[in-house]
């Protein structure tokens, strides 16, 4: 539900940077017609400053590692059917440090991406 909201954001915001910067991956990104490209700049948002696309694609990355773990790990307590209060606890917790990562990683803020 809210990382892979988080995800889907984190993407938006790649192809708006894109847009931003003209930094397209491939060849065939920069015969868009102009219509649709500005169509997706207002959709978007895609006008002001843009964001590191490397701290966008570090987030993916990121999150690609270490939250297969804690699908796998809620996947495990969900089948026990033995899910405590303390369990809810823990996984908000992990959800709300995933973001605060998120969040301080694309800023670059420090030390708040580390303790998350």
Known sequence: GLLGLKMCVTHLLTVRTR???????????????PLIGTMFKVTLGAYGPP?????????????????????????MIGLTK??????????????????????????GVQPYRAFS
């Open 51 to 75: 964001i590191d696309i490397g701290r966008l694609h570090g987030v993916v990355s990121n999150s690609l590692e270490n939250e297969s773990i804690f699908f796998a790990i809620y996947l």
């Open 82 to 107: 033995n899910t405590t209060e303390q369990h809810i606890k823990l996984i908000w917790a992990f959800v709300i440090a995933r973001y605060i990562q998120a969040f301080s990683y694309i800023l």
């Open 19 to 33: 847009l931003i910067t003209s930094s397209y991956k491939v060849g065939e990104d920069t015969t868009m017609h």
